[in-house]
């Protein structure tokens, strides 16, 4: 998975699935990569004997491998009917952290990667009708979802949002698709009439109608505030992070760490995070993210308040105190005991 703001983080919205996961791993091969639209690189995986694949229902991600030594977190955007292989959909960020460098770099026909089994961190709920609304890259687990509802014969319309057309991924899958019609393409530089008129989607806010968001920061943002303004509770409105939102690191301060197994104390300095903190001390908690968004290094926290940077835990989650994310977020007591 690849999405982002400033400090007032919008929770509105609902996971499925707070588990910390760490799977094996599948060995697969890329049978097949294809320029879907400017800067995105569509990915078909298999297994090496072309065997079946792990089921996957409409909205899971794998966890991808890459060969730079990265994991990243990548939408399955192929119809969870296909048992056979796996695709994704990787958007080139110039300026990001290396893994969607890689993918294009590195990921050619016949590679061998490693992923883990699909998981679902945005499922589809049963209701009325669904809209769907996707940002950019975001439209990858849209993709899936739009044909899990077209073969459900599930009412739904679908929102597709780029800079501009050329930015628009699988344009000729979705018109030869079954729910063409559903589908309304919106760009940034085309003209007003086609622009997303926000409030007058998001206007029929009721318990049988459910939300599924999907995209970059800005977007997510924009939709999800007017999502609120317009009455959508957290219980219909669903939504999946792709990229973290940049934190201001200024006045951070260092904390002690207590682990409560062993009563070892560990200092966690202002320039450090609570992975490499344990890391240095030889302990290891399972990451992937490494930004608040997939919840593999989600950790029991028994004393102490926390300071939450994530986006994978609720409003409520993050009320509760109970659980945190490592590897970005920190304390607002001097002190945190953890379940390790
Ligand atoms: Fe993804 Fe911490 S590693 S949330």
Not at 211 to 239: K, Q
């Amino acid at each position: 998975m690849h999405c982002q703001t400033g400090l007032g983080v919008l929770q509105l919205g609902t996971k499925t699935e707070k588990l910390k996961v760490t799977g094996d791993l599948i060995e697969v091969v890329v049978t097949r990569r294809v320029l879907a639209a400017t800067d995105i690189m569509n990915f078909e995986l298999r297994r090496p004997d072309n065997g079946a694949l792990p089921a996957f229902t409409a909205g899971s991600h794998i966890d991808l491998h890459l060969p730079n030594g990265l994991v990243r977190q990548y939408s399955l955007c192929n119809s969870s009917s296909h048992s056979g292989y796996y695709e994704i959909a990787v958007l080139l960020e110039p300026d990001g952290r290396g893994g969607s460098k890689s993918a294009h770099e590195d990921l050619l026909p016949g590679s061998i990667v490693r992923i883990t089994a699909p998981r679902n961190l945005f499922a589809l709920v049963p209701g009325r009708h669904s809209i769907l609304l996707a940002g950019g890259i975001g439209v990858t687990p849209i993709l899936s979802m739009a044909d899990a509802l077209t073969s459900a014969d599930a009412s739904f319309e679908f929102h597709y949002c780029t800079r501009s057309e050329d930015r628009a991924a699988f344009r000729e899958r979705i018109a030869s698709s079954p729910f063409a019609s559903r589908v309304r393409f919106h760009f940034d530089d085309g003209d007003s009439r086609q622009k997303l008129q926000i409030r007058d989607v998001l206007s029929e806010a009721r318990d049988d109608v459910h939300l599924y968001v999907c995209g970059p920061t800005g977007f997510m943002d924009y939709v999800l505030s007017n999502a609120r303004e317009c009455g959508w509770s957290e219980a219909n409105t669903h939504i999946e992070f792709f990229t973290a939102q940049e934190m201001s690191r200024t006045g951070d301060a260092g904390f002690d760490l207590k682990l409560a197994r062993s009563g070892r104390i560990i200092r966690v300095e202002a320039d450090q995070t609570v992975i490499k903190a344990l890391a240095l001390r030889g302990i290891d908690i399972p990451v992937s993210c490494e930004q608040g968004i997939c919840g593999t290094c989600l950790t029991e926290v028994l004393e102490g308040e926390v300071e939450h940077r994530d986006q994978f835990l609720t409003e409520e989650e993050h009320t509760s105190n109970k659980l945190f994310t490592p590897c970005c977020s920190r304390a607002k007591s001097p002190m945190l005991v953890i379940d390790v």
